[in-house]
């Protein structure tokens, strides 16, 4: 069954984890898992400190190079009756500081208490601006 807008984004918001594509140079995606918070029509992530190679990810690069990104949450059981997703297709953007990156911020720390603990948990803020939101759901 396909979800209206408003229904999608509230499941979406609902995630934990979701999954981010972003677009390579040669035009293939790219897919990452992303914890992120939706503000508004926004869903914002940004740059932590877990392990990484580098703080300059591949996905700042893409979205520097192509804004165009989505995301996607989930949500299986063995029950198949109880299966949904939701999508957000927007652009993205990288805010490297200012209120909107402080918002931002302040979303990710109220839903991931993990945030907390940590003496300096941020880098760069990604935005992505929803243009669509879209689902389904088994039931």
């Known amino acids: 069954m396909r979800l209206d807008s408003d229904e999608a984004r ?17 035009g293939t995606a790219a897919l990452v898992p992303i914890v992120f918070e939706v ?3 926004r869903v914002v992530s940004a740059v932590d400190p877990k392990p990484k ?17 989505t995301l996607l949450v989930d949500h299986y059981e063995d029950d198949w009756q ?3 997703w939701a999508r957000a297709e927007g652009l993205a953007r990288v805010v490297g500081g200012g209120p909107e990156r402080d918002e931002a911020l302040a979303g990710l720390l109220a839903k991931y208490p993990q945030y907390q603990t940590l003496d300096d948990p941020f880098g760069d803020a990604v935005v ?7 689902g389904w759901s088994a039931s």
Do not use: C, K, Q
Not at 128 to 134: A, S
């Open 82 to 84: 109880l299966l949904w």
């Open 10 to 26: 509230r499941r979406f918001a609902t995630g934990r984890v979701a999954y981010m594509a972003t677009l390579r140079s040669d």
């Open 128 to 134: 992505i601006d929803v243009e669509r939101w879209t």
């Open 39 to 41: 503000v508004g029509n």
């Open 53 to 69: 190679r580098t703080p300059e990810l591949a996905r700042l690069r893409h979205i520097a190079r192509d804004p165009r990104a």
